[in-house]
């Protein structure tokens, strides 16, 4: 059975952004707002392996992804699970965010693993576990 | 000199809710979506003492709160620092958080910290030290 329920994805597909967490060395959180995608129970991230965050997710294998709309009273959930790194296969995910963050009508065309290599794209993929903080997602 | 520069301090002006992190007692980040006030350097939220969020605060003595706006490009940024639970003092705060929660026009009336305490709320505060992961700030 899927982590994420029904009302959760609704949360998903509506939303583009959210608040990625990972931890930092130190041991203290770390956020930063990243667009993403989903891919069943997967959310995917496009990032370059030397970010901060990217580092983090390799180092502790973990990382959530908070979620909100943009009005009152905010539907908003928390996923998490572990977390790693992709560098093959990613082609189809980083052309569906670049779309979303161009807002283009339509993805650019998919690049191959070598050619994100080269201009240093990864994804940051979370296998959700758990959907916390869920709050008001029955007025979605 | 304030952690705050003014363009971070215009995206604080603007918005009223943000994703607040700290960390779990297994190291993993939590975030969970919250109201905030400014005042000065800090960034204080009602909560309840027992909820895991202000557990992890008063145990780690640090929390961050990532702030959006709702429209592309998103500007954002990230404000982090010390985090304490506080008791006293806490009437103005709580009762301009309530009305950012209710939308009311007026806040309601400042009730003692007493009355607070005996409806278990008290102020998360975060003494703003680092601002990081801001994007597009001059677009504010």
Known sequence: MSAISE??????????????ATTAP???PRQS??????EGDRLLISTEPQRLKA??????G???LAVRT????YPSATFSGPAQILR????PATAALMQRITGASEPPPEQSDEDL???????????????TGSSYLDQL
């Open 62 to 64: 973990w990382a959530s």
């Open 117 to 131: 290599a080269a201009v240093n794209r990864v994804i940051l993929a979370i296998d959700v576990e758990r959907v």
């Open 70 to 73: 943009d009005a009152q009273p």
């Open 88 to 91: 093959s296969g990613i082609g």
């Open 26 to 28: 130190d041991g203290r």
């Open 33 to 38: 707002l990243v667009y993403f995608v989903r």
């Open 55 to 60: 580092r983090d997710a390799e180092r502790t």
């Open 7 to 20: 009302e959760a994805g609704k949360l998903l597909e509506r939303e583009r952004v959210g608040v990625l």
